[in-house]
Every structure is written in structure tokens, then in C-alpha cells.
């Protein structure tokens, strides 16, 4: 008997039948004498609407009542599992973010867990009941309810398996597992059995959107093993995220082939070369709160130099006004700009024991005619900045070429 932690996405909870269906899963693994923790998101496309409603009626929603109002997408899931499960046959109690006491700090629409009292689930586990809990939500030290952000029940699922020490945290979703690649850009993508968890975050960091990151990172700082499965398949194995040392057998190379689309790049142009300089730069940028993710600054010449930067590209209007007031003060030439680039990564743990990957996807990118603006490695990573226009083509080439077709799944 195990205890696992299983975790439905909107799709899978979509409609009532739906419900009925993840509940008949539920129901099979708690007949097989497992204990079972469920964690569920809003049905699809209901947290989006009621933000869109709460936009109706304040241009921009006030961020506590806004928690307020988007948990109970999640409560209306959990109370339908509930009672699909009873109606099975099955024990089952519902519990809300702060029922379970999912305490978390007060950054509303964006919360970090800080803590989980388990007691009443263990209890309701112990008594032979299936917990359903809402995901994406907790409470505050006053009380008050706080959300954890897009993705927060990812979150919540892995967060309760650390507390719980579950054997196994089972993320359900729209796809079978963690591909080589995106499916639909390269057919011949191949699930994969098994990754660790340093691949998959470097995957879901370079833009793989399978998990949400900061789960992956949750998972991995309190050894929680993830699996990704389908919720409409009934026998698929899924992915294992495991660590390194659980693989016996020896990994390829390159795991798979990140990509992101929303990238943006900026280029401070002429800029003094002189001690601090990248900080009064990229101060007022961090200020703003956005997210600087490459950075290079050139050689300098003459006692200037160029300092460029990647941002999310649905900031990068925000980001150049800033740096408009910037250019005058430090005294740079320019500031320029573009929106239509995209990062493409080569990840593998392989890396660490091979050489010539940095080549090998330089030289086929090359051959292709693909010219790189910028480069970025970690020691498992590789990620170039490439014009947007050739993104599916240097995926499908650097695949290829790295063999990721002829992995077995």
C-alpha cells in the first residue's frame, strides 16, 4: 500500500463527465488499498473567467479580494469530486486551501507556502477516506485567503506530498509525459521514461510547459519523485522526474529540446565601461519587477562598450520605457531593440561527461544558415538566442542531430 498524491489540470476536471471519470481512477487506486490525496485545479477556463468578471467591475482588481474571488473555482471542483467519489462508493471529504491549513505569506495573486499542518488529512487518510483538496490556494497568518499563481496547484500537489511524505506525486494532465520535444513541431518526439529533476528544471525554465517550475523545483528540494501522466489514458506509465543516482542505466547525452517563444531582446548601446555599470542598468529594470533571464556585455573599446539582455517579451514595452530615462543617465548612445527572437536549449545531465555538445549545435545550426545573437550554458544547458522566424526549423535540425528520435520511451 502507498500513500500517493495525485494532481487533476482544468482539462481534466473540464466538464461534470470528466469529474466522473477522474473519479473512477481515484476510485480504482483506493480499491487497490492505496491511500489517496487528490489535488484539483478550476475546471478549464474558469479562473480565466472570473478574473475577466473582476475586471468588469475594477479595472484592476484589488489583489486581495481578487484571491477572494478566484479560489472558488477551485472549491466548486473539489466539492464534485466529493461527491462523484461518494457516489462510487468511496469515502471522500473535500478541503479547502485553508481547512487543510496551507499557510502561506501575504503576497496575494502570488503566495509562497511556508507551511502545511497534515494532521486532519493523515487523520481522514487513517479513517480510509480520499482527501480532495483545492489547489492553488492557501491562507495567511490573518487569514486571509492568498493564491499561489498561474500553475499553483502543481504547486499545492507537491507541496502536500513533502508534508505528507507521499510515495509518489502524480501530476495528471493533457499529455502522456515529458517529451524530447514539443510533439507538435517534431513527430518523431519521443516520450521519455524517466528524467531528473535538474533536467526538468532546466526544460521547464528554457520554456517547456509541462510542469509548472516552481514544483519541479519544490519537488526537488524535498525529494518528492513526480510522475506526469495523461488522465485520459488508463494504463500509460508516464514520465518518472527522479534524481540521477535512481536511473541505473546510463542516460543519452541531450534529454530533450527546450524552446521559448516569448522572448524579447534589449541592447544598451555605447554605454561608459566603467565599475557598476550593469547595475545602473539593470537596477531600475529588476525595480519594475521584471525578469532579466541572458545577459551579455561586450569587450570593451575605446571606454565603451554594448550591454544586451533578454526579457519576457510581454514586457518588453514596459522595459524599454524604463530604459529610455537610463540611456540618459549613464550617458549610452542608444537603446534598441527586438521582440522577435526565440531561445532554443539543448538539456541533458550527459553534458557533464561529454564534450563537443557546445559544437555539435553550433555546427548545425550553422550549416542551416541560423545565425546566433546570444548564448547562455549552465552544466547542463546549453540556450541560444536565435530570430524567431527560424525556431521550428533549429528544432527540429538540433533533434536530429542529437538522435533524440531513436531514444526508446
Known sequence: MALIVQKYGGTSVGTAERIKNVARRVARFHAAGHQLVVVVSAMSGETNRLIALAKEVQASPDPRELDVMVSTGEQVTIGLLSMALMELGVKA????????????????????????DESNVRADLDAGHVVVVAGFQGVDESGNITTLGRGG?????????????????????????????DPRIVPEARRLTTITFE?????????????????????????????????????????????????????????GIAFNRDEAKITVLGVPDRPGIAYQILGPIADAKIDVDMIIQNVGHDGMTDFSFTVNR?????????????????????????????????????????????????????????????????????AVVIDEKYLELAVRVLHKAFELDQISA
Not at 491549513?101 to 509562497?112: C, G, N, P, Q, Y
Not at 496547484?153 to 520535444?181: K, P
Not at 514595452?317 to 543617465?329: E, F, H, K, N, S
Request: proline content about 1%.
Open 153 to 181: 496547484s502543481d504547486t499545492t500537489g507537491v507541496a502536500l506530498a513533502a508534508a505528507l511524505r507521499a510515495d509518489e506525486c502524480q501530476i495528471y494532465t493533457d499529455v502522456d509525459g515529458v517529451y524530447t520535444t
Open 93 to 116: 471529504r473535500s478541503y479547502t486551501g485553508a481547512q487543510v491549513r496551507i499557510l502561506t505569506d501575504s503576497s496575494f495573486t502570488k503566495a509562497r507556502i511556508v507551511s502545511i
Open 314 to 382: 510581454n514586457e518588453f514595452t514596459r522595459a524599454m520605457g524604463i530604459l529610455d530615462g537610463v540611456r540618459q543617465q549613464v550617458g549610452a548612445r542608444e537603446v534598441v531593440g527586438d521582440n522577435r527572437i526565440a531561445k532554443v536549449s539543448v538539456v541533458g545531465v550527459g553534458m557533464r561527461s561529454h564534450v563537443g555538445i557546445a559544437s555539435k549545435m553550433f555546427r548545425t545550426l550553422s550549416e542551416e544558415g541560423i545565425n546566433i545573437q546570444m548564448i547562455s550554458t549552465s552544466e547542463i544547458k546549453i
Open 199 to 255: 533536467e526538468m528544471l532546466e526544460m521547464a525554465s528554457q520554456g517547456s510547459k509541462v510542469l509548472q517550475i516552481r514544483s519541479v523545483e519544490f519537488a526537488g528540494k524535498y525529494k518528492v519523485k513526480l510522475r506526469v501522466l495523461s488522465s485520459f489514458e488508463e494504463d500509460g506509465q508516464g514520465t518518472l522526474i527522479t534524481f540521477e543516482e535512481d536511473i541505473k542505466m546510463e542516460q543519452p547525452i541531450i534529454s
